[in-house]
């Protein structure tokens, strides 16, 4: 899927006699200081990866990508300043994942740089900001969200809980931003439809990367009776949360959306009363025999571990829309990815034209310590690996939304 294809000699010749020295510039903008810092030089490391393996396939049909890299200290006017340093620095598509707070924030900065500039036009590719406002009432011609959105999750995650009688009790922690209020709302309507005998025990909000002891949303939560926490956390957040639940010798089930970094894997190393349930397109270990490939190839590079493939089907996902359009123009591109459908590295996968979500099937999976059965190999060096516990497929995470798509004149 990274190869060089025949449609390349029409692709050179729309782009000019250069096309193969032609470079394409894309950036990440996220947390590259601060608390999550850790996370942001992850999502760095596996988008630069991404980019060298299109590269070394001979580009996106002769056109090589170039990375540059932007912090936004995980704040929203940061965000918007990083959006316009990069479209500055003649980026064409921006790549960004934490959180949906700040993905919102470039967005809304590519919004007003196309409509005044259209000449300096940029893409949003969202690999992990998953509030279903950004492709729904909020949703942009300009931007594609590549990973599940929220009630695609939820509905996965409805699917599991019908299928696992022994959570009975559930709390709701969340980060208190408008994914958190998302993950709260809409985890207690689709739980609760697949499971009426469940009981909401009780919810809580905290701020995001300035909380230093869960011990007393932990204490709540065992007051209350839960046995499951549903949590948006992620980042150092997530590890300081299951480490003050160990600490505790909680035995509490988290159902959360995508926390697999060395951190988290660390801290349930030492809590093993802690289970924590992910949802993802992929995991280390599934079953990808291409996937596998990429694993093997980013941790013999940067010596780290590799749980990032949707970096690397976002940037296939831009790869495609530029051989489809036969340009790098942003608009071109977005245009010729509008309703596409094509053989990923993750099998096929398709992105809807009314809102620009990328549609694939979603694993649950869950934390498990290396037995060398179940789990053959320990993620990130940790003694914790992951298995799968369901697969939802993509017919069944079909779901409505607003979106009243705006496209540029002339499409």
């Not at 009776?225 to 509490?252: E, Q």
């Not at 992910?278 to 093997?296: C, Q, R, V, Y």
Request: aromatic share 10%.
């Amino acid at each position: 899927m990274f190869k060089t294809t025949a449609a390349g000699f029409a692709l050179a010749c729309a782009l000019g006699a250069h096309a193969q020295q032609q470079t394409l510039k894309i950036a990440l903008i996220d947390p590259l200081s601060g608390p999550m810092a850790d996370v942001g030089k992850i999502f760095e490391n596996h988008l630069r990866f991404a980019a060298d393996t299109i590269n070394a396939a001979g580009g996106i049909d002769g056109v090589k990508l170039e990375v540059l890299a932007f912090d936004n200290k995980l704040s929203t006017q940061e965000s918007q300043a990083a959006l316009q340093a990069a479209v500055g620095a003649g980026v064409k598509a921006v790549f960004i994942g934490g959180g949906s707070a700040t993905v919102s924030a470039v967005i809304t900065a590519a919004n007003r740089n196309n409509e005044r500039n259209p000449d300096k036009s940029v893409l949003v590719f969202n690999f992990g900001g998953i509030d279903p406002d950004l492709v729904g009432k909020n949703c942009s011609f300009w931007h594609f969200m590549t990973e599940a959105q929220v009630t695609m999750r939820m509905k996965a995650y409805a699917d599991f809980v019908k299928k696992t009688p022994e959570i009975k009790k559930v709390y709701f922690l969340n980060p208190d931003y408008s994914f958190g209020r998302q993950w709260t709302a809409f985890g207690k309507t689709l739980l609760a439809e697949a499971r009426p005998d469940i009981q909401i025990v009780g919810e809580d909000f905290f701020p995001t990367g300035t909380v230093k002891d869960f011990a007393p949303y932990i204490a709540k939560m065992r007051a209350a009776g839960a046995d499951t926490v549903v949590s948006g956390n992620w980042g150092n957040d997530m590890a300081l949360m299951i480490r003050a639940a160990g600490d505790s010798g909680y035995k509490l089930r988290i159902l959360t959306h995508s926390s697999a970094n060395k951190s988290t894997m660390i801290a349930l190393d030492a809590a093993p009363t802690v289970r924590l349930n992910m949802i993802g397109e992929w995991f280390p270990g599934a079953d990808n025999p291409t996937a596998a490939k990429l694993e093997s190839a980013f941790e013999a590079k940067y010596k780290e571990a590799f749980y990032l493939v949707r970096l690397s089907t976002a940037t296939e996902l831009l790869a495609q829309g530029v051989r489809k359009a036969r340009s790098t123009d942003p608009k071109q591109i977005a245009s010729a990815l509008e309703g596409i459908s094509y053989k990923s590295i993750l099998g096929d996968v398709s992105v809807r034209k009314e809102d620009h979500q990328f549609m694939a099937p979603q694993y649950v999976y869950a934390n498990h310590p290396v037995d060398g059965k179940a789990v053959k190999k320990g993620f990130d060096g940790t003694h914790q690996g992951f298995v799968a516990e369901s697969l939802t497929p993509v017919s069944a995470l079909a779901v409505p939304n607003q979106c009243d798509m705006k496209r540029p004149a002339g499409l």
